[in-house]
């Protein structure tokens, strides 16, 4: 892949995520260019450098210690852990992101599971992309431009309390990824709407698939009561003393870290990583790809 980067690095348009994405004005979608590269230079010198990344590890710690309460707390009664880990996954990216939870959060994951439905489902209007009538009589494109507005008013009134929260003086120390996006929006070099976008893009891609991950992890290790022992073996003796769970030393769990990539190679989130397009006749390992496909 590193050969052919450049000419696989846009991804197709659908009608369907063209709506979803603002025509492709975001991370994910945006098509190979100046925009494109605009993006991921904000993305990594900015928004996930290292030093960045680090700054929320207390967002992380105190997220993961409540859920863990929480669960103490209700250790008698049957608990449901999807709905635990999606939280609690949601509520760190939202704190990263925007510097609180989301008081709208079931309304985003809704949204999210409507998004990932329509990107990844069939659209007749796709076959017939010029066709307005096409157009008209699916709805799955009417459903997207739904679902992108719903999320972008959340963002909106997300904003405003931001600024609100910023021109107060009320806002917390550690700067999160939205006052980030709005300093560089307010330089001149992004406009609102792709603020927003990359907002939805960091939001949905953290969301599904680490919660998943997640998910998987723990069914594995009830399918396999000899490697759960040796996990939970090696939890509670490397943090014996702490009586929590400090992040500067998961690095000493050999054995987790070795039980999470097996996880991630049985049950990839997107084991088709995301649609990528070539952009110029070439040949990949013998056959030959043609533009477009
Ligand atoms: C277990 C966790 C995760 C898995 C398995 C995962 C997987 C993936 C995969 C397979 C892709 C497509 C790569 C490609 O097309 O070459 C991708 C792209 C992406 N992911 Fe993740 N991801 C995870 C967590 C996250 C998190 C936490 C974020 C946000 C902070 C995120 C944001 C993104 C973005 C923005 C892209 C698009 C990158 C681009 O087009 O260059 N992902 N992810």
Known sequence: MKMHDLAFSSRPLSTTVSELTNSGRDIIFAPYGDFWRQLRKIAITELLSARRVLSFRRVREEEVAAMLRAVAAAADDVIDMRER???VVSDVSARVLLGDRCKERDMFLRQLDVGIELAAGFNPADLWPSSWLARELTTSVRRAKRCRDAVFRMLDRIIKEHLERVESGEADKAEDLLTVLLKIQRDGELDMDVVKSMIF???SGGSETSATSLEWCMAELIQKPRVMKRVTDEVRRTFAQHGTVPEQDLSE???LHLVIR???????PLPLLLPRECQEPRRV???RVSRCS
């Open 85 to 87: 880990l999606s939280t």
């Open 201 to 203: 893009d960091l939001l």
């Open 253 to 255: 769990l050999r054995y």
């Open 262 to 268: 097996e996880t991630l190679r049985l049950h990839p």
């Open 285 to 287: 390992l013998g056959p």
